[in-house]
C-alpha cells in the first residue's frame, strides 16, 4: 500500500510531457481564434453575396408585378428572380440559393411596415416582392469552416432577404414636368404633393409659395433666373429651400414620338398604352370620322371615338369629305354651343386646331391632336376642363394630348387633368386683382417650355389617381 502511494505522489510531481499537453491547448485556442477571424469573415462575405443576390432578384421580380394577373403572377416573378440569382451565385458552386418557395409577391404596407403575402383568390393588385436567398446545406450548400472545425463547428448556415415595393412617384401624379424652363410670374401657390420641374431651369419672380410636401426641381445643367436667390431663398419665395433640389428627369412622356404613340393607340382602341376609364370595353374599335366643317359637340354621343378631319393625308385612313370654300380651314370648334353643355365619354382625335370655350365642359374624355402649330390647343377665358365635384375619383378626368403646343386665356380651370404636350405651354391669369385660378390634380408633361402668369393655386387630388399616359413605376428596397 505504501508503495502505491509513493507512485502516485510521484506521478503527480513528475512534470515529463507538460509542455505538450500545454501546447495542445494553446493549438485549441488558436484554431478558436483564427476561426473566429478567418472562418467567420469568410461567412460574413458569402452573406454579402447572398444580399447583393436577395436585392436584385426581388428587383428582377418587381419588375414584373403589374405585367400578369394574379394567377400567373408568381411564376413569372419567380422566372425573372431565379435568373438573376443564377447568374450571381452560380448554382454549380453555391446550390441553389434562391428555391422557389422563398420568392414571395405581396403587399407592402409602408405605414405599418409590414408584408403580407398575396393568398389565392385575392383581387388587389400586388404591390412588393420578397426574396430570401440562404446557404442552408439544403438545396445550396452551407458555409463550411477550416479553422473551427477542428474544435466541433463544421459549418456556418447563412441566409438574407430583400423586399421591393413598386409605386408611382409623387411627381408622376400630380405636378408640371417641363423639358425646357419653367417660368412663372408672382404669387403662384403650390400646395400638397405637387411636383414643379423644368429641366432646362426654374424661372421665378418673388412671392411663390411651396407648402411642405411640394417639390421644385431641375437638372444640374439648369439655372435658377434671375437670380440663384430665388431657388434660396425663403424670404423670396416662401417654402422654396425646403422644396428646392437638383434632379435630371428627363421628359419622354412628351417627346413627338412618344405621343405619336399615343394617338395610335387611341385610333385602334387599344388599352395597352393608354389605361382609363375613358375607353370602356364597350367602344368598338371602328371610329366615327367627322369632317370639321360638320363638328357639333352638341352631337356627341358616349362611348365613341371620333375623327374629326382638317386635311386629307394628317391622319392615315381618315376617310375626308369634300368641303368647298372650307377644305383649307385648319381648325374645329370644340365648344360654341348655344347653351352650356357637359361632354363626357368620349375619345376625339384630329389633325386640327382646337378652339375651346366656356360653353362645354369636358369630363371623363381624351382629346388628342396631331396639329404641331403653337396652339393647337387652345381656350379663351373661362375654360373648364374636368369634373370639380369628383375631388378627382374616376369619371371625372380629361387627357389632352398635343403634338405642338398649347395656350390658355384668363380663368382656364382644371380638375384632374392630364396635358401632353410635345411644344410649350402657356397659363393666362385671371387678373392681378382677382382670386388665384384653382386646379386641382393637374398633371402637365410638356417638351417645351411652360409660362405661367400671376396667381394659380395648383393644388394635388385629395385621392390621387395613376396617370393614364404611359404610367412610371419607381421600385424601391423597403426591407
Given at each position: 500500500?505504501?508503495?502505491?502511494?509513493?507512485?502516485?505522489?510521484?506521478?503527480?510531481?513528475?512534470?515529463?510531457?507538460?509542455?505538450?499537453?500545454?501546447?495542445?491547448?494553446?493549438?485549441?485556442?488558436?484554431?478558436?481564434?483564427?476561426?473566429?477571424?478567418?472562418?467567420?469573415?469568410?461567412?460574413?462575405?458569402?452573406?454579402?453575396?447572398?444580399?447583393?443576390?436577395?436585392?436584385?432578384?426581388?428587383?428582377?421580380?418587381?419588375?414584373?408585378?403589374?405585367?400578369?394577373?394574379?394567377?400567373?403572377?408568381?411564376?413569372?416573378?419567380?422566372?425573372?428572380?431565379?435568373?438573376?440569382?443564377?447568374?450571381?451565385?452560380?448554382?454549380?458552386?453555391?446550390?441553389?440559393?434562391?428555391?422557389?418557395?422563398?420568392?414571395?409577391?405581396?403587399?407592402?404596407?409602408?405605414?405599418?411596415?409590414?408584408?403580407?403575402?398575396?393568398?389565392?383568390?385575392?383581387?388587389?393588385?400586388?404591390?412588393?416582392?420578397?426574396?430570401?436567398?440562404?446557404?442552408?446545406?439544403?438545396?445550396?450548400?452551407?458555409?463550411?469552416?477550416?479553422?473551427?472545425?477542428?474544435?466541433?463547428?463544421?459549418?456556418?448556415?447563412?441566409?438574407?432577404?430583400?423586399?421591393?415595393?413598386?409605386?408611382?412617384?409623387?411627381?408622376?401624379?400630380?405636378?408640371?414636368?417641363?423639358?425646357?424652363?419653367?417660368?412663372?410670374?408672382?404669387?403662384?401657390?403650390?400646395?400638397?404633393?405637387?411636383?414643379?420641374?423644368?429641366?432646362?431651369?426654374?424661372?421665378?419672380?418673388?412671392?411663390?409659395?411651396?407648402?411642405?410636401?411640394?417639390?421644385a426641381s431641375m437638372s444640374t445643367s439648369?439655372?435658377?433666373?434671375?437670380?440663384?436667390?430665388?431657388?434660396?431663398?425663403?424670404?423670396?419665395?416662401?417654402?422654396i429651400v425646403r422644396a428646392f433640389r437638383?434632379?435630371?428627369?428627363?421628359?419622354?412622356?412628351?417627346?413627338?414620338?412618344?405621343?405619336?404613340?399615343?394617338?395610335?393607340?387611341?385610333?385602334?382602341?387599344?388599352?395597352?398604352?393608354?389605361?382609363?376609364?375613358?375607353?370602356?370595353?364597350?367602344?368598338?374599335?371602328?371610329?366615327?370620322?367627322?369632317?370639321?366643317?360638320?363638328?357639333?359637340?352638341?352631337?356627341?354621343?358616349?362611348?365613341?371615338?371620333?375623327?374629326?378631319?382638317?386635311?386629307?393625308?394628317?391622319?392615315?385612313?381618315?376617310?375626308?369629305?369634300?368641303?368647298?370654300?372650307?377644305?383649307?380651314?385648319?381648325?374645329?370648334?370644340?365648344?360654341?354651343?348655344?347653351?352650356?353643355?357637359?361632354?363626357?365619354?368620349?375619345?376625339?382625335?384630329?389633325?386640327?386646331?382646337?378652339?375651346?370655350?366656356?360653353?362645354?365642359?369636358?369630363?371623363?374624355?381624351?382629346?388628342?391632336?396631331?396639329?404641331?402649330?403653337?396652339n393647337s390647343i387652345n381656350g379663351s377665358?373661362?375654360?373648364?376642363?374636368?369634373?370639380?365635384?369628383?375631388?378627382?375619383?374616376?369619371?371625372?378626368?380629361?387627357?389632352?394630348?398635343?403634338?405642338?403646343?398649347?395656350?390658355?386665356?384668363?380663368?382656364?380651370?382644371?380638375?384632374?387633368?392630364?396635358?401632353?404636350?410635345?411644344?410649350?405651354?402657356?397659363?393666362?391669369?385671371?387678373?392681378?386683382?382677382?382670386?388665384?385660378?384653382?386646379?386641382?390634380?393637374?398633371?402637365?408633361?410638356?417638351?417645351?417650355?411652360?409660362?405661367?402668369?400671376?396667381?394659380?393655386?395648383?393644388?394635388?387630388?385629395?385621392?390621387?389617381?395613376?396617370?393614364?399616359?404611359?404610367?412610371?413605376?419607381?421600385?424601391?428596397?423597403?426591407?
Amino acid at each position: 500500500m505504501h508503495k502505491i502511494i509513493e507512485k502516485t505522489k510521484r506521478f503527480i510531481r513528475n512534470e515529463d510531457g507538460i509542455a505538450t499537453a500545454w501546447s495542445i491547448g494553446w493549438l485549441i485556442l488558436c484554431f478558436s481564434i483564427a476561426g473566429l477571424s478567418i472562418d467567420v469573415t469568410n461567412a460574413w462575405k458569402v452573406k454579402q453575396f447572398l444580399q447583393s443576390t436577395a436585392d436584385v432578384s426581388a428587383h428582377a421580380g418587381g419588375l414584373v408585378l403589374g405585367s400578369v394577373n394574379n394567377e400567373g403572377i408568381q411564376a413569372a416573378v419567380a422566372i425573372e428572380a431565379n435568373k438573376l440569382a443564377t447568374i450571381n451565385m452560380n448554382q454549380s458552386r453555391y446550390g441553389d440559393v434562391l428555391v422557389n418557395s422563398d420568392i414571395i409577391v405581396g403587399f407592402w404596407d409602408g405605414d405599418t411596415k409590414i408584408f403580407t403575402e398575396l393568398e389565392v383568390g385575392d383581387t388587389d393588385i400586388p404591390n412588393a416582392v420578397r426574396a430570401i436567398t440562404r446557404q442552408d446545406g439544403i438545396a445550396s450548400s452551407s458555409v463550411g469552416t477550416f479553422f473551427l472545425r477542428f474544435v466541433g463547428f463544421d459549418a456556418f448556415t447563412v441566409a438574407a432577404s430583400a423586399t421591393v415595393e413598386k409605386f408611382v412617384s409623387m411627381c408622376e401624379t400630380d405636378g408640371i414636368i417641363s423639358a425646357g424652363v419653367v417660368e412663372m410670374s408672382t404669387t403662384q401657390k403650390f400646395w400638397g404633393n405637387f411636383c414643379v420641374h423644368g429641366q432646362g431651369g426654374l424661372k421665378m419672380s418673388q412671392s411663390n409659395e411651396w407648402n411642405d410636401e411640394t417639390i421644385a426641381s431641375m437638372s444640374t445643367s439648369g439655372t435658377c433666373d434671375p437670380d440663384v436667390d430665388r431657388c434660396t431663398d425663403d424670404d423670396t419665395n416662401p417654402g422654396i429651400v425646403r422644396a428646392f433640389r437638383y434632379y435630371n428627369r428627363p421628359n419622354t412622356k412628351a417627346t413627338p414620338e412618344s405621343i405619336a404613340g399615343y394617338i395610335g393607340a387611341l385610333q385602334i382602341g387599344s388599352r395597352d398604352v393608354i389605361s382609363t376609364d375613358v375607353i370602356p370595353d364597350g367602344v368598338v374599335v371602328n371610329t366615327t370620322f367627322v369632317d370639321q366643317k360638320d363638328f357639333d359637340v352638341t352631337t356627341l354621343v358616349a362611348n365613341t371615338i371620333y375623327t374629326v378631319s382638317c386635311s386629307n393625308d394628317a391622319i392615315p385612313g381618315v376617310r375626308d369629305a369634300l368641303r368647298g370654300n372650307d377644305r383649307n380651314k385648319t381648325s374645329v370648334e370644340m365648344g360654341n354651343a348655344a347653351a352650356h353643355t357637359t361632354v363626357s365619354n368620349v375619345v376625339i382625335i384630329s389633325d386640327c386646331v382646337l378652339n375651346f370655350d366656356d360653353t362645354v365642359t369636358y369630363q371623363d374624355a381624351i382629346i388628342a391632336t396631331t396639329s404641331t402649330n403653337a396652339n393647337s390647343i387652345n381656350g379663351s377665358s373661362g375654360v373648364s376642363f374636368g369634373n370639380a365635384a369628383k375631388s378627382c375619383a374616376p369619371g371625372g378626368d380629361v387627357i389632352l394630348i398635343s403634338q405642338g403646343g398649347a395656350g390658355f386665356a384668363a380663368k382656364w380651370e382644371s380638375y384632374d387633368l392630364e396635358m401632353v404636350v410635345a411644344g410649350d405651354v402657356s397659363l393666362a391669369s385671371r387678373s392681378s386683382s382677382g382670386d388665384p385660378i384653382v386646379h386641382t390634380g393637374t398633371n402637365i408633361y410638356n417638351g417645351g417650355d411652360v409660362k405661367l402668369t400671376t396667381k394659380h393655386e395648383f393644388v394635388s387630388c385629395p385621392n390621387p389617381q395613376d396617370p393614364s399616359l404611359d404610367l412610371k413605376y419607381t421600385l424601391r428596397y423597403v426591407e
